[in-house]
């Protein structure tokens, strides 16, 4: 599962942590272990039907287990708050009841007997599921109808469902635990105008005299409950394949034309993770699916992978590039690492998420580069360090307060940070080794990091303890300050590496450090191990550069005292992503220096990487004077000629601080620019310089599709200096807007203002709803931006003689 979009796309935060009240750290004493195996299932079989009206399913099960080692005499299935009606021992073509005690959680069967280890035996269970009055949270009901009653004309009829961590027995009878492992056949009856969509292969599909259709899904390889999927809706299917294998695409109908686009890259991706693996893709079908108000950004689920719905994008969108393959690759990789080898517990996340997380990185690498993998690794990087609260909280996690809260920055970005740096000291030729014989031996099973570890030993004869027990048992990474210092006598650079997080933490650091004089580069391999140590490396005279690290894969938080000059040759000659934003973050800082400045300059207009361009667009303060008249000339080069639409986006949005009416023809020509980014950028900018005309323009953006950067310029222009004639239109864009963080921040600021002039109560009060229901989905982040701006509209409106609508802003306050 992808709860955190690894391209920054989306902000997630769990409610826990924003939670203002003094925290219970009662959990801090509480070892999760994983499930112990008292039965094993070995086949479940369920045949559904859905009661659109009362968000309802009907269900009944077959499932097939046994003793795991000692012999029981019951059984004991988690049954999440459904109504539960017979339970039965199946023997050949009879049935015989058996006795059962119901909490609304767990249903505890008393069996016929006492069973062995090698025998199996097979219940028989009706039931009725109930998500949408379960005493659960929203985001865990396990199965979710999705405006089955046809209520909202905008939003399409579906049902779907995300099992992990353990919703599935929100809706399926069963040992909902990731250690767990089940054969699964699924026979859904559906309306017939409807597609459906369940793990494994489509067996049969049969149409019923009541205008119904049957269709059976059937999972021959066993996987893990949390795995079950089951889609509905009125899907368009893109069909694809690889080595004839259906690798198909089920999108709404407007995205027909763009799903190959979004999804095509696919049947490349699977020979790519094979190759790296040496273990072919494991199952009968990939399909992927796109849902509505789905829980979280993407789900794994076996053969049948679920993207949350900004996975779409029409043609303009994609223009800006593809948002979404970041996410297909990561849950691709999922189908081997998670799906194919499943985390023992919850504890062991690392074993599903932190490959998944790598999977995004190594398809980038093949497919796009050593810059864009690195940016990639970079920014998860600067997502981890950034939550100061993760450096306490180790990868493999036996004590955490929730297991939804293991899905983090430290189970995705750190850990894939953490692979890569074992990729690095194995080499690549280990490493890749090591995962093959990881996969292999524990396929269709479920593992804890040890066996990651003795597969890594295994394959490299090396010791691997200090590495996995500082990465994944320990908590925290190095902080470390580097300091240099040449001895022209003895002929010697003097570097100084400290460690400053503890004398009680210290790490063990393998490091390359490169030293660059006149007679070119030389490297050398060194490994940190003490709070502060000074290596010394043979040089004639005061070297260029010393680049510790040379590498760049340690996760660590430096403080790198080098000169301006070593960040200006550091750039030029050493060269990978990582080593050139380096340069120019510290360059962009001193503007004042005319060869800092040269640099940035440079990185704007000539370097390779898209990325980095726009990183030195982001890097420039235009509060200086001496930025603003060095960089106005640049800024009009990079805004027309730039290769990359985000990078010209972002120049335009820069030439629109100057406010010069000179820039206004740069601007109006990029208006009705292919990309939203761009088009979004330009109109913004006019605004800032003839607010008529962009309204104007505005205007007639309305009766086009609008997306991105665009929808928010339009609905922005329309708020400032529209009226209130436009409510229903700024209203419907608003409500339409994806959850993403700042845009949607931005547009719920001009939102509130807006509503200064609305003066028709019932539309106030739509708004309002709109707006608190975006705030209190993170009400401390969000909150703290918008109640004031709540409070001083309540207050606007109490001035106008509005009572009823004042009270009703502050009943939300």
């Known amino acids: 599962m992808k709860r955190h979009s690894l391209t920054a ?25 994983s499930a112990p195996k008292v039965n094993d299932l070995i086949e479940t079989k369920l045949n559904v039907r859905f009661d659109f009206d009362h968000s309802r399913m009907q269900g009944e099960e077959w499932v097939t287990l046994k003793p795991h080692f000692y012999p029981t005499d019951t059984l004991d299935l988690d049954a999440k708050q459904m109504d539960i009606g017979e339970v039965a021992l199946v023997a050949g073509t009879n049935s015989h009841p058996l006795q059962y005690t119901y909490d609304g959680w767990h249903l505890k069967i008393r069996l016929d007997k006492t069973y062995t280890a090698n025998e199996k035996y097979k219940i028989h269970v009706t039931y009725l599921a109930k998500p949408d009055e379960a005493k659960v949270p929203d985001g865990e009901k396990g199965l979710h109808f999705i405006n089955p009653k046809k209520e909202d004309k905008s939003m399409p009829t579906e049902i779907w469902t995300d099992g992990e961590t353990n919703h599935t027995s929100v809706w399926c009878p069963t040992i909902d635990e990731p250690n767990q492992k089940t054969t699964e056949e699924i026979i859904m009856t559906v309306p017939g105008k409807y597609v459906t969509l369940s793990n494994g292969r489509l067996v049969s599909d049969r149409i019923n005299s009541d205008g119904t259709r049957t269709d059976d899904w059937k999972m021959e390889l066993p996987h893990a409950p949390y795995l079950f999927f089951m889609g509905v809706g009125d899907f368009s299917i893109v069909r694809d394949h690889y080595k004839g294998m259906e690798v198909n695409y089920y999108v709404e109908k407007d995205y027909v034309s763009t799903a190959r686009r979004i999804f095509g890259q696919t049947p490349s991706m699977i020979p790519f993770f094979e190759q790296l693996t040496g273990v072919p893709f494991p199952w009968v079908k990939y399909s992927q699916i796109v849902l509505r108000d789905f829980t979280s950004a993407a789900m794994e689920n076996t053969t049948a992978t679920a993207h949350g719905e900004p996975a779409q994008q029409d043609a303009r969108e994609l223009v800006d590039g593809n948002r979404w393959e970041s996410n297909i690759a990561h849950e691709l990789f999922h189908q081997w690492f998670g799906d194919l080898v499943t985390c023992e517990s919850w504890s062991n996340l690392t074993l599903n998420e932190s490959f998944a997380n790598y999977g995004q990185y190594l398809w980038k690498e093949h497919a796009y580069g050593d810059d864009e993998a690195r940016a990639e690794l970079y920014n998860g990087m600067t997502d981890y360090l950034r939550n100061r609260s993760d450096e306490s909280k180790p990868l493999v996690r036996y004590y955490y307060e929730d297991q939804e809260g293991v899905f983090d920055d430290i189970s995705y970005q750190k850990g894939g940070l953490i692979l890569n740096m074992l990729r690095n000291y194995l080499g690549d030729s280990a490493f890749f080794h090591g995962l093959h014989l990881y996969l292999v031996t524990n396929k269709f099973k479920s593992a804890e990091a040890h066996q990651l570890r003795l597969a890594m030993e295994e394959v490299s004869g090396q010791d691997l303890n200090w590495f996995f027990n500082q990465w994944y048992f320990g908590s925290g990474h190095p902080k470390v300050t580097i300091d240099y210092s040449y001895d022209a006598a003895a002929g010697k650079i003097n570097v100084a590496i400290t460690q400053t997080q503890g004398a009680q933490h210290l790490f063990q650091i393998p490091l390359v450090v490169d030293v660059y004089d006149k007679g070119g580069k030389k490297s050398y391999k060194i490994s940190v191990t003490q ?209 993403i963080l700042p845009d949607k921040m931005t547009s719920t600021i001009h939102f509130v203002r807006y509503l200064e002039k609305v003066h028709q109560t019932e539309r106030l009060k739509r708004a309002i709803d709109l707006i608190v229901h975006f705030r209190d989905a993170l009400p401390g982040l969000i909150g703290r931006r918008v109640n004031p701006e709540l409070t001083n509209l309540a207050a606007q409106k109490d001035s106008e003689g509005l009572k009823d609508q004042a009270d009703y802003i502050r009943h939300f306050l």
């Open 9 to 33: 796309l989306f902000l997630v935060v769990t409610m826990q942590a924003l939670a203002q009240s003094a925290p219970d750290t009662s959990w801090k004493t509480v070892y999760r272990e």
């Open 531 to 739: 709070e502060k140590e000074i290596f010394s490396f043979d040089c004639p005279a005061m070297p260029d550069l010393v680049n510790v690290d040379a590498d760049k894969v340690t996760l660590w938080d430096k403080k790198d005292n080098k000169t301006i000059p070593n960040f200006i040759f550091q750039y030029a000659h050493a060269g990978n992503y990582c080593d050139r934003r380096e340069a120019i973050a510290e360059c962009a800082r001193h503007p004042s220096d005319p060869e800092a400045l040269d640099l940035v300059k440079h990185a704007l207009l000539k370097d390779p990487y898209y990325g980095l361009r726009q990183f030195a667009l982001e890097q420039l303060n235009m509060k200086s004077d001496t930025v603003r008249q060095a960089m106005a000339p640049i800024l009009q080069e990079v805004a027309r000629a730039d290769t990359k639409s985000t990078v010209r986006a972002k120049a335009i949005e820069l030439l629109a601080t100057y406010g010069k009416k000179e820039f206004e023809p740069l601007f109006a020509e990029n208006l009705h620019d292919s990309s939203y980014a761009v088009a979004g950028a330009a109109l913004a900018a006019l605004a800032a310089l003839d607010s008529s005309a962009a309204l104007a323009e505005a205007k007639r953006d309305m009766n086009i599709p609008t997306k991105g950067k665009l929808a928010v310029a339009v609905t922005g222009i329309l708020m400032d200096f529209g009226s209130e004639d436009l409510f229903d239109f700024i209203a419907s864009k608003y409500a339409a807007q994806r959850f």
